[in-house]
């Protein structure tokens, strides 16, 4: 019963791969990742891990893939365009290398010797979390910091550089703002250089009145 | 009968061959980019089953913090593409193949 699951989860998982880089549209593409991840999860439950499982689903079916997927509306890319292939001689070379695998993989089938799984509740909610906060807790906050620093990455990249609006604020510290945020009718990139901790200050020590009415109405 | 280990390891090489496969054939970047997350998908297979047949959690700890790593991927990643796209209004890697804009 549980060799039926599995064959059922593998094959599953297997076909969707394959469709995935057979598809030539990437959001079909995306749709069958989606499939991958969700037998791999299910797969996770059959090997008593449920709390994985769980994540599984939730970070990457739920998370990573709704990010992909929105990257792939937001650009708007409809399918690939058929080109010639270059490199040719890296075709016979595929080949060499996937027997290379497919025997690596009869290797393992055949040598590594097989055990009745006992039943195991290393997988649970409970266990993991004692053991990621007693043992584990360095890399548990090396995490939060790789983290922290992947989204300070992001921001920085996928941010536009000087489309500031002319109701933006200025914000204490060194950067160089257009003169135009504290007075719309300066001329854009007046770059007149004061040091001031808030709007209203810089629009004083400019001399620009107009700011002050506006940021009472706001 | 019940599934052993060796199985396990197979399926997850088998899914690992298929995103290197991927992450070479394609060109579209953003395909590329989930031919990766495939490939880090066979690798936690690989730990889970460990982590499992042995009893033990450390794997699932090891999932737990790719699982992490891809999620901060995907983001950077994600900006990355984008930025790409509004510089050369493409997706192509072969038109990316230097840094320069």
Redesign the interface.
Known sequence: M??LL?ILF?AL??GC??A??AQRN?LY??IS?VG??VS?AC??V????P??AA??VI??AG??MV??VF??M??N?EH?ER?PPRLKF?VPM?VVL?AV?IG??TF??VT?R?????V?N??LTH??GS??FTQ?LL?FEI?SI??L???V??????RRGGMLTANARVVPGTQQLPLSIVDPGAKPYDLRVVETDTTDEAARLLGVEGLRDQSKRD | MAPQLSWYLALSAVLFTIGVTGVIIKRNIIAMFMCIELMLNAVNLTFVAFASFFQDVTGQLFVFIVMTVAAAEAAVGLGIIIAIFRNRETLDVDDASILKL
């Open positions: 549980l060799a599995f593998a998982a297997v791969a394959l995935m880089v990437p593409s995306a990742l991958v991840f791999l797969l996770y059959m090997l008593a891990a709390f994985i994540v599984q970070v990457y998370a990573i990010l992909v990257v792939i937001l650009l890319v690939e080109r890296l595929a996937a695998l690596e993989v393992i089938l590594v097989d055990f009745a799984a006992p195991s290393v997988g266990s993991i053991a990621l584990y890399p995490t790789l983290l620093m992947a989204m990455g992001a921001m920085t990249l996928a």
